[in-house]
């Protein structure tokens, strides 16, 4: 069974930077789609990042190119979603989820969900 967690997030002024660690667990070989979305109070959830293990592949959100970025973490099954230059429209819950596939990115792709971890940015 996967299993992820992730940590980090907390508060920050605008223009600074947080990093959130993610690590799944349960997959034999550690090839899997491991993503990050955030959701804002009365928002859909939308798609921040997302990285395909085997290729090491990323995507990133328009809203957030050339500001955030994906490293890879000392164990093959974590990364970090590094956040820098955040703004107060970064204020949300921060998701990191897994999936096979990455497929299209969308949220209904993945299937093994974090707990969330709060990201406030005030201005």
């Known amino acids: 069974q996967v299993h992820v967690v992730e940590s980090g997030g907390g508060s920050v002024q605008a223009g600074g930077s947080l990093r959130l660690s993610c690590t799944a667990s349960?997959?034999?070989?550690?090839?899997?789609?491991m993503g990050w979305f955030r959701q804002a109070p009365g928002m859909e959830r939308e798609g921040v990042a997302r990285?395909?293990?085997?290729?090491?592949?990323?995507r990133y959100a328009a809203s957030v190119q050339g500001r955030f970025s994906i490293l890879q973490g000392k164990a093959d099954n974590t990364f970090y979603l590094q956040m820098n230059s955040l703004r107060s429209e970064d204020t949300a819950m921060y998701y990191c989820?897994?999936?096979?596939?990455?497929?299209?990115?969308?949220?209904?792709?993945?299937?093994?969900w974090g707990q969330g971890t709060q990201v406030t940015v005030s201005s």
């Open positions: 990285i395909y293990t085997p290729t090491k592949l990323t």
């Open positions: 989820a897994t999936a096979d596939y990455c497929g299209s990115g969308s949220a209904r792709n993945f299937n093994a």
């Open positions: 349960g997959y034999e070989d550690s090839r899997f789609c």
